[in-house]
Nanobody
Framework: QVQLVESGGGLVQAGGSLRLSCAASGRTFGSYRMGWFRQAPGKEREFVAAISWSGGNPAYTDSVKGRFTISRDNAKNTVYLQMNSLKPEDTAVYYC?????????????WGQGTQVTVSS
């Protein structure tokens, strides 16, 4: 199993940027498709973005296309989410996880997440 620690969240004004990081432990990190999910208050956790084990084939939910960029560094066991042009509706706790070939989480356990708050 892979342990995940998210960081990089914070409070930002609308239009601003943040870069999230997810550090993973475990020998098999490089073999997994990885991604980001988020959960806003009162809502279910939703898929945001995913990237293949090789760093290609990025996939995004429609609401973040053109604003968010996912990347990974397998040498550092880390996956990133660059978030630009942030909107108040991006406010949520962000989590990383493995991602199935669809958009479902691959691992049963989650990290603590990192809070992103976008003010209008």
């Amino acid at each position: 199993q892979v342990q995940l620690v998210e960081s990089g969240g914070g409070l930002v004004q609308a239009g601003g940027s943040l870069r999230l990081s997810c550090a993973a432990s475990g020998r098999t990190f490089g073999s997994y498709r990885m991604g980001w999910f988020r959960q806003a208050p009162g809502k279910e956790r939703e898929f945001v973005a995913a990237i293949s084990w090789s760093g290609g084939n990025p996939a995004y939910t429609d609401s973040v296309k053109g604003r968010f960029t996912i990347s990974r560094d397998n040498a550092k066991n880390t996956v990133y989410l660059q978030m630009n042009s942030l909107k108040p509706e991006d406010t949520a706790v962000y989590y990383c996880n493995g991602v199935t070939q669809g958009t479902a989480p691959a691992f049963s356990s989650w990290g603590q997440g990192t809070q992103v708050t976008v003010s209008s």
